[in-house]
C-alpha cells in the first residue's frame, strides 16, 4: 500500500447538518414565540416551590399558608394567561399582515 491509498482508507465522511446538530453540547430550544411563556412558567414553578416550602415560615396558620400557596397559584395562572394570549394576538398580527397568501394551511403544499 502506498500513502495515497492509506489516506483514501482514513477519510472521514461527511457529516449532515442534522448529525452535527446533535453533536452540539448544552441546552437549545427551537424557535417559538412562546419561548419567553416557557421561560417564565419555569421561573414561576421554581418560585411556587420556594414559597411552598418557605411558607410555614412566612406564616404560622395553616389557613394562611393554603391562602398564601392558592393566592400565588392564581396570580402566576393569571399571568401566563395574560402573556399566552398577548402572544397568540401578536402571531395572529403579524399573520394578517403578510396577508392570507402566505397563510400555510393543513393539507396544501407551501410551494
Known amino acids: 500500500m502506498n500513502s495515497q491509498d492509506t489516506e483514501q482508507q482514513h477519510t472521514v465522511p461527511a457529516v ?40 410555614e415560615s412566612i406564616i404560622a396558620s395553616v389557613d394562611g399558608q393554603l391562602l398564601l400557596l392558592a393566592g400565588y397559584g392564581v396570580a402566576a395562572a393569571l399571568w401566563l394567561t395574560f402573556r399566552t394570549r398577548r402572544v397568540l394576538r401578536r402571531c395572529a398580527e403579524e399573520a394578517a399582515a403578510r396577508g392570507p397568501d402566505d397563510i400555510h394551511r393543513p393539507g396544501q403544499s407551501s410551494s
Open 16 to 55: 449532515s447538518s442534522h448529525a452535527a446538530a446533535k453533536k452540539q453540547t448544552g441546552f437549545g430550544v427551537a424557535p417559538s414565540p412562546f419561548n419567553g411563556v416557557k421561560l417564565e412558567l419555569g421561573l414561576l414553578l421554581v418560585a411556587g416551590v420556594v414559597i411552598w416550602l418557605a411558607a
